[in-house]
């Protein structure tokens, strides 16, 4: 590989090792400069897998697009060309407080590469709630005919707590359906497809009339344990959880108690505490819950070019001086 | 009740005895008759869910509003004044050939009536299928996390076969979510939801192309049985099965087989050969399949009060001598 030009700028991407299903290839690579037009030009890449790749990479590296795991087990680490660091996962939580990557090094998330996805997988989830699939798999289970009969969703209310990639996705095929989408977030910033949006501290007053609550929120100090055996108390018998944004956003016991008791009509999970579940966990055996492997939000076909594409956006933006819309607040954890 | 004039219709309605979920009451029809304008007028109405009331109601009604399983059991009955009959069932295969009520005395279905809510099933189930839920609820059954990772929906190909309410519905929500709709139908005409229509003769053709394989045709002599072992067969390895039409439409043994064998990628059907189900039968055992006791289509809060808004279009037609929407083509069966 010939040396970088003073212009040029070296990106390195590191796969974990053993990666078959989503690792990032120079032909994903070649197709994304193609792409980005104008901004794929001087460049140099290297990709790795291994240990001696990454560190021979990182002495020269101005850029690195890696995952979370990676970042997580290989920094800190000798790095003096390095201007920033994109991690190929939506939420960051598993980093935080990011102190392996100190500053000036600015650190990227891959918000926005799961929208479509996550969004398909969000609104089955809400009709599957509304259905009563999770109950009518538990009779299935017990090879038990039980009919429920359930009422259409257009008309009813869904809550959508966290707006980002997830979340927004999430209400915007919700209100297709013709349901009517309250929002919720940190800031409660209107949303095109939420009817209003509340803030965090008002979540309570909308969980009494919601018939679906979704979590997509990001995992943060803030929002760790956010969703509180009271909290689940506040929604109506027949309402139903979907969670896809992590395990730790809700207090699991309580919910698995809820739905032992027919406190709560059912649940769809795509994330749990902890990932994987360990066999013989109550998980396994709580009725009316759908478990789904931590797979909602990831397009084997579609992730990498997505992800490429949004690299490219921000490189655009950095090299003209702007915010970068990946950029993480160290702060804020998202 | 006073007799009715001579310029006023009578028209009884016979509950099912014992029916708490769907019966028709005096309120719906009220309110029923109130949305009717000026089509609500001259009518006297009698509801019974006895032999007495159906007797003493059939001496002299015009018109009768009941179930398909009562049509059954209570016909051939005296009834001199009778001019049609509508059924609340949008499937009337169990009536076939439809000889206890002979003509002139016409025959209505109910199609119209499941069209938001089966839509919103089916297109559940579709996702269903593409996000691998009927794998995923199997090794949740056997207490093992499995992360199997799914392609986005949006621009991937169903095959809806049957495009009336339910087929229809179907066709428009996965069109909403990008989907590419081939429908198929006895006659093949267009539909707006679809990209193209085949009639039944050339359903063979698309199979292949097929990700999700929807049934929601009406049960006749021409779709007994009509989705074989070797139709089946020319669907790709990675494609499942929606059904929401009737049992008997499929050799539904055939695939209980390629489920086991993994020869299709899973099914979410609703209905079944036999209903119910009975215990110890292989469905229950059989894995990558979502067991949904014939709950797809009947929303308890707007089930009659959209039956009863279809009576009375019907009733337009027929008071203005023109064909009336949901009548029974006796010779095909819908």
Redesign the interface.
Known sequence: MPDPSPASLHVHIQNPAGET?FPITRAQWDQAVARAGAAGQALTVSIADDDAGFSTAMARADLLITWTKEIKARFPHTAPRLKWVMATSAGLDRLAPFDMIPPPVRLLNNSGAHA??AG??G??AV??I??R?PT??T???E?R??????????GRTVVVVGLGDLGGSIAA?CS??GMRVIGCSARGAPHPACERVVTSENLDTVLPGADVLVLAMPLTAATQGMITRGMLSLLPLHAGVVNIARGAVIDQDALCDMLEAGRLSGAVLDVFTP???P??HRL?RTPNL???????S?????YNPRTLDIFFRNLVAWRAGEAMPNEVDRTRGY
């Open positions: 299903l479509v996805k398909e997988w609104v089955m009709l599957m509304a259905n699939i009518l798999t009779a299935q289970r090879g005919w039980q009919p429920i009969f359930t009422r259409s969703v257009a095929n297709l359906l990932e994987p579940i066999m013989g396994w759908v478990i789904s492997p931590h797979v909602s990831d397009d084997p076909d579609t």
